[in-house]
């Protein structure tokens, strides 16, 4: 099965400089990626998501890039603020077909220091 | 429009008694899944409906768990003699249940905290 595996666990910026989480998966047939930010006692809410037949993805300040060929993904934010401190996960599906569940990554804690 | 909804929001209870827990999906979407949430880790996956049946309970931790969704909309998470090692959010998702395709985004709900003591 599917295994994803993300790094790294805590991450500490200062605002205004960018962050990077990097995510690795075992399941080369694997064609959907998305990233949840979790704030704290909150849901896990969609940020943004890349499907295979592209290579990179972007919103305002935050974007995915995806390498199929090495089997990882990372997400960017650029021009950190506060409000972007909380929990970040990657996931990618457990098979290929049309509805699936998701596997995720352990996350990765960003604090983004004013 | 309303997204994911759970209920309780907490549920404690003892080592050996039964809970409910209950998920109210997006209207219209097909696809409903359970996760569960222990501290410090990501949601792992128990359970998912495509309409009324379990397409896939291959995350169900043992039998003491078992989910239905009669109806195709509601589902409710069952927990028989629960364990200390329960205790976590569990948390519902769901979709618009596509066929095919590469991906259907997953909308969360905003989780029950049980706590088993």
């Known amino acids: 099965g599917e295994n994803v595996e993300q790094h790294p666990s805590t991450l500490s910026v200062q605002e205004g400089d960018s962050a990077v989480i990097k995510c690795t998966y075992s399941d080369s047939a694997s064609n959907y990626f998305p990233w949840y930010k979790q704030e704290l006692g909150k849901r896990p809410q969609l940020i943004i998501d890349?499907?295979?037949?592209?290579g990179e993805k972007k919103d305002q300040r935050i974007a995915v890039t995806l390498n199929k060929t090495a089997k990882h993904f990372s997400l960017h934010i650029t021009e950190t603020q506060p409000e972007d401190s909380a929990v970040y996960f990657c996931a990618a599906p457990t098979y290929y077909s049309g509805n699936t569940p998701l596997v995720f990554g352990k996350g990765t804690r960003l604090s983004v220091i004013a | 429009g309303a997204g994911v909804s759970q209920t309780p929001s907490n549920k404690v209870t003892e080592k050996g008694k039964y809970v409910e827990l209950r998920c109210d999906p997006i209207?219209?979407?097909?696809?409903l899944y359970w996760y569960r949430q222990s501290l410090g880790q990501g949601p792992e996956f128990l359970i998912y409906?495509?309409?009324?049946?379990?397409?896939?309970d291959s995350g169900l931790p043992n039998d003491r768990f078992f989910a239905v969704r009669p109806e195709g909309s509601v589902s409710t998470l069952k927990i028989q003699r629960t364990e200390r090692g329960d205790s976590a959010v569990y948390l519902c998702a769901s979709s618009l249940g596509l066929a095919g395709g590469m991906g259907d985004t997953q909308y969360f709900g905003p989780g029950t905290r049980l706590t088993v003591l």
């Open positions: 209207s219209g979407h097909t696809a």
């Open positions: 890349i499907r295979s037949n592209v």
């Open positions: 409906f495509q309409g009324t049946g379990a397409a896939d």
